[in-house]
């Protein structure tokens, strides 16, 4: 019997500001193809989402149930913030009132669930991500870097209830997405913003008092200054392999 087809396999989904990206996990947690990737487009309101992904999956092989990340507030499947996802044009832009209507309170675990066919867990996506890469080692803190910032908190092992730090105020006025997100980014150049990166890192190490920090996400390999000795970096594909682990109730 191959991989295919012993199952259970994972549908996992990591969404995006910028992109999409799915793949299907055998039972061991891998990837039976190379992660599928569509472009996030705009404006993004649930509907819209739901069938994006369900083309996505279409092109994938067979899979018993659905795991994805998204990058917002969660809880128990459901849609308490949607930065990216409430704008007109993307990150960055002006806030529709419509869509963040449409968003907040979205169930999109069960919108999953009925498109695809097959039962969904949904969860913030650093969360996700976190999964796949933790050790269960004391105080985990994972961070990613992409269009926002996104941040999961494990301590042995286990999930910690989700912290947006995202919208948190960091320096001045400015929050954790103003001041490290992709507009800061291109805005300041990467000298400027890795120099804030590294700021971010004293903060919150001070916040937390992890034991060990775990840096992923698109632009995790733009990072040009040394980590501390107990901070890494994480192959951006996590988002993607924490996805066999919302499964685990030994981990959630």
């Known amino acids: 019997m191959n991989a295919e087809t012993s199952g259970p396999n994972t549908l996992a989904i990591d969404i995006g ?85 449409a968003w907040a309170g979205f169930d999109l675990a069960a919108a999953l669930a009925a498109a695809l066919g097959q039962p969904a867990k949904v969860v913030n996506d650093a969360d996700m991500q976190g999964a796949a890469v933790v050790e269960g080692n004391g105080l985990e803190l994972v961070v ?25 105020p960091l320096r001045k006025d400015q929050t954790y997405n103003q001041r490290l997100g992709e507009v800061a980014r291109k805005q300041v150049g990467n000298k400027k913003w890795n120099k804030r990166v590294a700021d971010a890192v004293e903060v919150l190490h001070s916040l937390f008092n992890f034991d060990h920090l775990f840096i992923g996400g698109g632009n995790a390999s733009k990072l040009t200054f040394e980590l501390p000795a107990n901070a890494s970096l994480v192959d951006n594909a996590a988002g993607i392999l924490g996805g066999i682990k919302l499964w685990d109730r030994e981990a959630l």
């Open 17 to 101: 500001g910028t992109g999409l990206k799915a793949s299907v996990l055998d039972a061991a947690g891998t990837m039976l193809v190379d992660r599928a990737r569509t472009p996030t487009t705009y404006p993004m309101p649930p509907e819209k989402l739901v069938e994006t992904l369900s083309r996505l999956a279409a092109s994938l092989p067979r899979f018993d149930r659905v795991s994805a990340g998204f990058p917002g507030m969660v809880r128990a499947g459901r849609v308490l913030t949607a930065p990216h996802f409430v704008t007109k044009d993307g990150p960055g832009t002006e806030v529709a009132p419509a869509l963040a209507e």
């Open 144 to 168: 990613t870097l992409g269009t926002g910032v996104g941040t999961g908190l494990f301590y042995e092992g286990r999930l910690c209830p989700h912290l947006e730090l995202a919208h948190h």
